[in-house]
């Protein structure tokens, strides 16, 4: 294999490990596990930040989300006509970014969520991170869950606590807060500049498209189980005793364990997004 195409996959494992949003999801983050009174450093399914060696690369899909033609005006259908707009280059986008996706949401974890640095480029790789069905924690670290995880033991099985469901309340209803209409004509907003972060990581604009609505179609996929969820374990980790839980994306497993109310709710604002975005 030439150097560049073994550069390429490496740039593409390390950038891909891993919402809009979207989606979305039950808070990419590690939490400890409390058994019988004894926390336990190691979570359940822990989410990796370094996931299985991809020997090729994966395929990416291709779509197509409608262009609008004036996606300003529609942003700001309620304010006087603006003067035409003009996007900033990619590595000075932050604070125009900021100013506009306070729209989205004026939740105060969404806002602290945002004062990162490089915000779009980071949204890429989150984006390509989700619809492989990986959360990257370390790119955009969202609110963390309280870290105890609770089980509870019968004569021969362990349970996972329902309790443990409210500790990411806080991350569920950041999400449930976005106006998802307004995010779809954010992404048109901003569009040129998506594209350009996405170019850096090899990628073609209907390929960012793809990727966009597989993540979205990554949520939609998760089973809702609202039966008590059993757990194994044989070393340090917890895993779900189900192997067909248990072979679910990372993704998908975290968003379980948000609960299954959590789970659908999740679901609907991923399906208004999809909706939004196809239909703008």
């Known amino acids: 294999m030439k150097s560049t195409d073994k550069k390429s996959n490496t740039n593409v494992i390390i950038i891909s490990i891993g919402a809009l949003a979207i989606a979305l999801v039950g808070a990419g983050v590690f939490y400890r596990l409390q058994n019988n009174g004894i926390s336990d450093p190691e979570a359940l399914g822990s989410i990796p930040e370094v996931v299985e060696v991809i020997v090729e690369k994966p395929s990416v899909p291709e779509a197509d989300i409608p262009v609008i033609e004036d996606p300003e005006a529609v942003v700001e259908a309620d304010s006087p006509k603006p003067k035409p707009l003009v996007l900033p280059e990619l590595n000075d986008s932050d604070v125009f970014v900021r100013d506009r996706v306070k729209f989205i949401s004026s939740n105060t974890h969404f806002l602290r969520w945002i004062t990162t640095d490089d915000v779009l480029r980071r949204a890429a790789s989150y984006l ?65 500049l998506l594209e350009a972060s996405f170019a850096e990581m090899g990628y073609q604009p209907r390929q960012m498209e793809g990727i966009i609505l597989r993540s979205i179609d990554r949520v939609l996929a998760t089973p809702i189980i609202v039966e008590p969820i059993e757990l194994t374990r044989e070393s340090v980790l917890y895993q779900y005793a189900d192997p067909d839980l248990e072979g679910l994306l990372p993704l998908q497993k975290q968003i379980l364990r948000t609960g299954p109310e959590n789970t659908q709710k999740l679901q609907q604002q991923a399906l208004a997004l999809k909706t939004a975005l196809l239909n703008p």
Do not use: C
């Not at 509870?152 to 569920?172: F, L």
């Open 128 to 192: 390509d991170g989700l619809s492989r069905g990986v959360i990257l924690s370390k790119i955009f670290p969202l609110t963390a869950p309280d870290p105890t995880f609770t089980t509870h033991r019968d004569a021969q099985s362990i349970w996972m606590n329902a309790g443990n469901y409210e500790r990411y309340d806080a991350t569920v209803n950041t999400l449930l807060s976005f106006d998802m209409e307004v995010l779809a004509q954010m992404f048109h907003l901003l569009r040129p």
